[in-house]
Structures are given as structure tokens and as C-alpha cells.
């Protein structure tokens, strides 16, 4: 049995607001895993110029340990995007994210 990511990106906020994503996100999301591991900003600036030093960065990770290959996962990859998109936009307006289509084993 090995792992694959179907879904790996970022979520940020502002440093200043009390926010704990673990709290407002599933450990689970039928059946997936979804890690949050706090990380140092991936960039130095947003793509309009803005410092990410301002932010606190969360890399989002959706983990799947199964023994099927990679590629055969693509339609559980589909199923979950409008869930994942939902959960993601239902987060606080201060929150910002990017989650791509992943499916590399780890």
C-alpha cells in the first residue's frame, strides 16, 4: 500500500488574524486525508507585488493511501474538486488559497 496526493497547494491568511484552518477544515474529505503543515511562505511576493511575509502559510495536502495507481484516481480527483472547492470558499474572506490537481504518489 503506498500513498498519493490527489490535491496539494497552500492556504494563507493575514499574521494578525487569530485563525486556526485545522479548526475550520475536515481531517477527512470522503474518505481523503487533508493535511495542514504550517510552512514559511513559498514566495517572497504574491503575484500583484505584496509581500508574503505578512501572511501565515499552510501547505494543503489531500492524501490517499491505496494500492491502485496514481492515474487511476483521476475520478476520485474529480468527484472531490466541487467539494473541495465549496469547503474552501466557504473560509473566512481574509483566507486565500490555491489547491491543484496533484496525483504523484509519495
Known sequence: MGAVRLYQGYLWHPKGLPLDPKALLPEEV???RLLLDEVPPPTPFFQ?????H???FYQVTL???TEEPPEA???L???LAPILQGMLRGLPQEVGWLLLEDLRPL
Open 30 to 32: 470522503e474518505g481523503v
Open 63 to 65: 492524501l490517499l493511501l
Open 54 to 56: 505578512t501572511q501565515r
Open 73 to 75: 484516481l483521476k475520478p
Open 48 to 52: 500583484d507585488g505584496t509581500p508574503t
Open 77 to 79: 480527483a474529480e468527484r
